[in-house]
Each structure stands twice: as structure tokens, then as C-alpha cells.
């Protein structure tokens, strides 16, 4: 039994981690129906910014984060401005092409600056914490608090505020946005800071308790996508909940039935819902 | 106030709008008159910015406006109620109407006062107005999105088919709200198939037909005129 409520916390370490990164994945499908398969790699850079502020420079862990975050949403926000926008009125498959493209430069770029080694981070909260029998270690509760610390924070930014809401209009009727007014290129802009910093944010996270190296971003940005098919695409509680699902049947299934197939769990299950719910758990009906 | 000169608009190589020129002067209700496909939307989505002009010019308040988005010409102060109402419909009523004064979104006195005004105007939609939009019937939805439109205080507002699918005391309710928006001080171009209600509140009127403007002339011209009472009113 203690062993299953260590993986329900391994799993939910897990699920932070996705759902960060598809909900990211999420806001951009929903405002310009554009799956960015670089997604994962904004993830990667996220991780190694946080990485060399610490090693290199001798930033302590927060303010590098918080360093990652911020250049992660320049970073965004370029690719919004040189790649993306352009394409806009180009076919569809223009744009998700260029994100391909995107993601093959972003991991040849870091190959090449900082090699293929796997790099370790040593977490400044190795400590472990003993809950109600469990030993858990502190950092696996940092994920976990401030993923949920970032997800009450976004909702209350896309609910609550005028600015934050222009994204749900954009992404609920388009042209209904346009004719009250609102800037299309504006809240593309704002979209694609917010997702890339939450990336960064959620590598950082994750860094002290994962390797960092070069193709990190495949996997999860795979896992991404699986969570918001699950969930719905350019759905919210979708992409939280998938993540949080997807997390935790890995773990589980890690455990109990084979570590070699815990990737497997997560396509088995995206099969599993696709074929009950074709459009996912939260789709919308179609507009 | 809004002049359309020689406007063409094509959706890829078929032309939709053949040199269209149209006028709305400050005050005026213009209604446009036309059949399923003649070309009121496109002409109505040339204005807002949502199509661009392949030939001609739209002048608003002296300035030219053909090449602008969207978001900049509501900001000139057009707004449009569109056809399909483009709601917002998983949020709230009050907040599809606060996103309707999203350019004027630093003065709270301003929209607090807009909202005021609304739920005078559409006293069910204070009644309905934490229920998604979406949730509302499709003559409640229609009041959303005129009140949507009007909470940005338009200078010109466009009003494309407002009374489609609506029950007739409500389509005649809702005319009567378009007159007093009018006598209010805004300047409203009025889309509609239903030439005989549209034509006793406006002052002017076009008469458009496969992307050719046929017609224009005062309401009582267009009322007396032997091919529109054919075409539209029935008589
Ligand atoms: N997106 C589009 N692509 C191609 N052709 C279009 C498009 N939208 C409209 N059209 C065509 O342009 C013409 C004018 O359409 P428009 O929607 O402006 O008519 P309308 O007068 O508003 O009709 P309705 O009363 O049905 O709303 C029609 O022949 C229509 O088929
Ligand atoms: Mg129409």
C-alpha cells in the first residue's frame, strides 16, 4: 500500500509536468489551431537556461527559474513575431510544417552549443519530508505545489481579467473577437509568451529530478500531444486533467506491471479514450 | 459619415461585390435590401475590415479605411452585430457584453454606465446575465450581440439580418429598439430580408442583387416602388 501511495505522488510529480506543458500546447491550438510541435523543445532550452544560471553563473535556483521563464517568453515571442505570423495567412499546413522546422533547429542549436551529454542538476531540496508514513522528497513537492500554484494562477488570469479573457473570446468565435475590437496579433503574442514561459517553468521544475540533454523535449512534447487529444484539443480542464491522468498511469502502470512499459500505458490509454470518446474528454462541439 | 466608392470584393476569383457605392450620412437608419446570397455580408465584412477591397475605396470620417483590421476600425468606431451573432458562448452574458466595450476597457464608470443603459434597453438579459450566452434562446442570443455591440458606442453600427430566425412579436420588439438606437444618436446600416419592417423605421434604402446595388432612394420611393413591393414585401 505505501508503495502505491508513492507512486500516486510520483504520478501526480508526473502529471505537473504534462499538464504544464500541454496546457501551453493547448492555449496556441485553441487561438490559431496550430499544434506546435517545437513545443517540447521550448521545454528543453527552459531546462538547460535554468541549468547554466545555476552551474555557470551562480544563480540560485528561484531567480534562475525565474531567469528561464523570462527568456523562454522572449523566445516565444520571437517565434510568434518572425515565424509564425507570417504564415498566417499562408495554408494551414504551412504553419505546422514551420514548427517542425522550428523544432529540428532548436535541437540541432543546442546539440551543437552544448553537446549531447546528459546533465545533471543537483536539487538545493534534497531533503525528504515524511507525510503520513511516506518519504517524499522536497523537491517532488515543489513540483507538485507549483504546478498547482501556476494552474490556479493562469485560470485566474484568463477568468478574472480583460486582457486574460481576449484569449477564451479568440479561441471561442475568432471573427466575434475581431469585431469587438480585439487585436488578433496582440493576444497571439500574449498566447505564445505565456505558453512558452509555462514550459520553462515546468522544466525547471523538473530538471533537478530529470537528466537534462538535448532530445528531453521529444518525449514530453509526445506525451503533450497524447494528453491534449485525450482532453480535448484547445481544451483547458482537458489538458490539466489529461496530464494529470497520463502521469499518473504511468507511474502506476510503471510499477506494477513493467517499467519498460510505462511509455506504452500512455498510448494504450490515448487508443483506449479515442476509440470510447473520438474527440476527447472535454471536446467542444464543433462551431 | 461611412462612404463606400466603386468598392469590388472577390472571395478568390468570384466576384462578390461589383463596384458598390453606398453612403451613410452622421444620423441616418439605411437599411440594405437583398435576397439570400446577394452580397449584404460581404458588403457588411468589407466594412469591418474582415474582407479586404480588391478594387474601389470605403471612407470613414474622411479617412480611408479599406486596408485597416478589424480591430482598428472598431476602434474608428464601427461596430458590427454580425450575421450568426459570433457570440462568445461559453462565457457569461456579462461578460460577452463587458468584452464588447474591450476598447474601452480603462473606463469602469463608462462601461458600468453602458451596462445601465443595456439593461434598460434588454431588461431579460440582467435577468440572465451569469448564464452562459450560449445557453440562451436564439432571440435572447440576438439581443446579446446587439448589446455586445453597442456597450463599444459605436458611431456607426451595423446591423446585419438582426431579426432572422426570431419570432415575429419579437422581430417587431426588436425594430423598435434598432428606431430608438437610431434616435439615441447612432448612425445604423440595417441588413434585411424583411424590407417591410426594416423599410418603416429607416429613412433611406439600397436594393442589392447578385453584388449590384439596383437601387437606392428614400423609404417612401422604395416603399412605392413596383419592384420591391414584388421582391420583398409581397404586395
Ligand atoms: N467565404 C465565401 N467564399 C466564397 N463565396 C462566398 C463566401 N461567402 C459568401 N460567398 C458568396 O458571395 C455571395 C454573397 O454572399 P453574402 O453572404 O454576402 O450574401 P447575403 O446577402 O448576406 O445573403 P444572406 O441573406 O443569405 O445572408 C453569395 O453568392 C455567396 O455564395
Ligand atoms: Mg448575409
Redesign the pocket.
Known amino acids: 500500500m505505501e508503495l502505491f501511495f508513492q507512486q500516486i505522488v510520483n504520478g501526480l510529480v508526473l502529471g505537473s509536468i504534462y499538464s504544464l506543458v500541454a496546457l501551453g500546447i493547448t492555449l496556441i491550438y485553441g487561438i490559431m489551431q496550430l499544434p506546435n510541435f517545437a513545443h517540447g523543445h521550448l521545454y528543453m532550452l527552459g531546462a538547460y537556461v535554468t541549468f547554466f544560471m545555476i552551474t555557470h553563473y551562480g544563480l540560485s535556483y528561484w531567480p534562475a527559474i525565474l531567469f528561464s521563464v523570462a527568456a523562454l517568453v522572449v523566445i516565444g515571442m520571437l517565434l510568434e513575431r518572425l515565424v509564425f505570423r507570417p504564415l498566417h495567412h499562408a495554408p494551414h499546413i504551412n504553419s505546422m510544417i514551420a514548427s517542425i522546422g522550428v523544432m529540428l533547429f532548436i535541437e540541432a542549436t543546442a546539440r551543437k552549443m552544448w553537446g549531447s551529454d546528459y546533465r545533471r542538476l543537483d536539487s538545493p531540496y534534497d531533503g525528504v519530508i515524511d507525510l503520513f508514513g511516506l518519504t517524499i522528497t522536497e523537491q517532488r513537492i515543489i513540483v507538485i505545489l507549483s504546478a498547482i500554484a501556476l494552474m490556479i494562477g493562469l485560470n485566474l488570469f484568463l477568468k478574472r481579467t480583460v486582457i486574460g479573457s481576449t484569449i477564451e473570446a479568440m479561441a471561442q468565435n475568432r471573427e466575434g473577437a475581431f469585431l469587438v475590437g480585439i487585436n488578433a496579433n496582440k493576444v497571439s503574442l500574449m498566447t505564445f509568451a505565456i505558453a512558452s514561459g509555462l514550459a520553462a517553468a515546468a522544466a525547471s521544475l523538473a530538471a533537478p529530478i530529470n537528466l537534462v540533454y538535448p532530445s528531453m523535449g521529444a518525449m514530453v512534447n509526445l506525451k503533450a500531444f497524447v494528453i491534449i487529444v485525450l482532453g480535448g484539443m484547445g481544451s483547458i480542464p482537458g489538458a490539466v486533467l489529461g496530464g494529470y491522468i497520463l502521469g499518473l498511469a504511468e507511474s502506476i502502470s510503471g510499477t506494477y506491471i513493467n517499467s519498460e512499459y510505462k511509455d506504452l500505458a500512455a498510448f494504450a490509454l490515448l487508443v483506449f479514450i479515442l476509440t470510447v470518446r473520438p474527440t476527447g474528454l472535454f471536446a467542444k462541439e464543433a462551431r | 459619415m461611412l462612404k463606400l466608392i466603386d468598392v469590388t470584393v472577390k472571395?478568390g476569383s468570384?466576384i462578390?461585390l461589383h463596384s458598390v457605392n453606398l453612403e451613410v450620412n452622421e444620423g441616418e437608419l439605411v437599411v440594405l435590401l437583398?435576397a439570400?446570397?446577394?452580397?449584404?455580408?460581404?458588403i457588411f465584412r468589407t466594412i469591418s475590415g474582415l474582407l479586404k477591397p480588391a478594387a474601389g475605396e470605403v471612407k470613414f470620417m474622411g479617412q480611408s479605411i479599406g486596408g485597416w483590421s478589424p480591430d482598428r476600425i472598431v476602434k474608428a468606431g464601427i461596430v458590427q452585430c454580425p450575421?450568426g451573432r459570433k457570440l462568445f458562448p461559453e462565457m457569461s452574458v456579462l461578460k460577452n457584453l463587458t468584452l464588447g466595450a474591450y476598447i474601452h476597457r480603462k473606463d469602469k464608470a463608462g462601461i458600468t454606465r453602458s451596462l445601465e443603459n443595456i439593461y434598460e434597453l434588454f431588461p431579460i438579459l440582467y435577468e440572465k446575465r451569469e448564464q452562459p450566452a450560449g445557453s440562451l434562446s436564439g432571440g435572447q442570443q440576438q439581443m446579446v450581440a446587439i448589446a455586445r455591440a453597442l456597450m463599444a458606442k459605436p458611431k456607426l453600427l451595423l446591423l446585419d439580418?438582426p431579426s432572422v430566425g426570431l419570432a415575429p412579436l419579437v422581430v417587431e420588439q426588436m425594430f423598435k429598439t434598432i428606431e430608438k438606437i437610431n434616435r439615441d444618436g447612432t448612425s445604423v446600416l440595417l441588413a434585411e430580408?424583411n424590407a417591410f419592417a426594416a423599410l418603416q423605421i429607416a429613412q433611406r434604402g439600397y436594393v442589392i442583387e447578385n453584388g449590384h446595388l439596383v437601387l437606392e432612394g428614400a423609404r417612401e420611393m422604395l416603399c412605392d416602388n413596383e419592384q420591391v413591393r414584388r421582391a420583398y414585401i409581397g404586395a
Open positions: 472571395y468570384s462578390a437583398g439570400n446570397g446577394a452580397g449584404k455580408s460581404t450575421e439580418e430580408q
